[in-house]
């Protein structure tokens, strides 16, 4: 079955399969869905802390990527086809539209596809919003990715500043996290971009002031992927400045994908 013919199912048949995706706090007076695309190494539990902040306008839809949380037990994302196809069958399955898109880092390489994917679909989002990434199209960071645990954490560390003090100190978490953080920074270094029609959605780009890996040039390419508008906005904050002003930053989601009358 192709994406573009996938019928909405019951809600008996979607609780048979793996929790891709679920509302945090159902919202339902919300006038749109918010589906939220984790960075590299992270899971669901980030984007929970949203849904009161954007309650009751915008309804929080976390996204589980295998290999962690309730997908636990599957394998790692390995290849970028088979995760963008099942990411938004989900999404056109599962989630009430109007629907728009997050992602931070590798998020949101993963919801521009998906937004692509939708689009193809013949069901768009109403926005897409992306957040310490380059535009696709553009020479992007790449880490290197040493051997060792040790060594790896160390690098992303030095990169992003983005590895929690809890996993550093506890052998047991670095045992977990390191390999799907390993998975998830091959997969991101793997994405190749391919030409394509412009999204009739809005495009909105975030980023920190202070990341090195990701420049005001580097999000305002995104501009090129949208013949609607673009609007680019910079917070006080290296990569992952979503922990530095998270009041702002959720007053610009608000305020993006909430039109008031």
């Given amino acids: 079955m192709t994406i573009a013919s996938a019928p909405r199912k019951t809600a008996a048949l979607l609780r048979t399969r793996p929790a891709v995706l679920r509302a945090a706090a159902p919202q339902p007076a919300a006038t749109v869905r918010l589906v939220c695309f984790p960075h590299s190494g ?8 949203w849904a009161a ?12 990527l295998p290999g962690r949380a ?9 290849a970028w086809g088979p995760l963008v196809e099942e990411a938004t069958a989900a999404v056109l399955e599962e989630v009430p539209g109007p629907v728009a898109l997050f992602g931070h880092s590798l998020g949101a390489a993963l919801a521009f596809e998906v937004a692509r994917a939708m689009t193809r679909a013949g069901e768009p989002p109403v926005h897409l ?9 553009q020479p992007r960071f790449r880490i290197d990715l040493p051997a060792g645990n040790a060594e790896l954490l160390d690098a992303v560390d030095r990169a992003y500043a983005g590895v929690p003090a809890a996993v550093r100190d506890s052998a047991e978490l670095r045992d977990h996290f390191t390999p799907i953080l390993r998975a998830d920074l091959e997969l991101s270094n793997s994405y190749t971009y391919r030409p394509g029609p412009a999204l009739p959605c809005p ?5 920190g002031e202070t990341d090195a890996t990701v420049s005001a040039a580097d999000l305002a390419g995104w501009g090129d992927h949208t013949r609607a508008g673009f609007e680019a906005h910079l917070f006080p904050g290296g990569h992952f400045y979503l922990e530095n002003a998270p009041a702002r930053v959720l007053d610009t989601v608000w305020r993006s994908v ?3 009358a």
């Fill in 70 to 78: 309730g997908r636990a037990r599957e394998p790692l994302a390995g």
């Fill in 42 to 49: 992270g899971g669901p539990a980030a984007y929970h802390r």
């Fill in 203 to 207: 495009i909105t780009a975030l980023g």
């Fill in 53 to 64: 902040a954007l309650a009751p306008d915008i309804e929080v839809w976390p996204v589980t």
């Fill in 129 to 137: 919003l992306v957040s310490a990434r380059t535009a696709p199209q």
């Fill in 258 to 260: 909430v039109r008031p």
